[in-house]
């Protein structure tokens, strides 16, 4: 696994792991341990939001926007 992601993909080792990573310190310091708000925002926005009308889902995304 280790060989293919520094051969191979670029960005996988420098986006896990902070001494590879070209990013500032205090940038990657700043960035959340994990994504679980924003999938908590994507099931909220999805929670009543689906199956609706063109219009409704204009009026239901006017919400978050």
């Known amino acids: 696994w280790l060989k293919d992601k520094i051969d191979g993909t670029k960005f996988a080792l420098p986006a896990l792991y902070f001494p590879k990573s070209l990013m500032p310190a205090d940038f990657w310091k700043a960035c959340p341990t994990t994504t679980n708000g924003n999938e908590q925002a994507h099931r909220s926005i999805n929670h009543d939001g689906v199956h609706l009308t063109l219009l ?8 978050y926007d």
């Open 56 to 63: 409704g889902g204009i009026m239901r995304g006017y919400d």
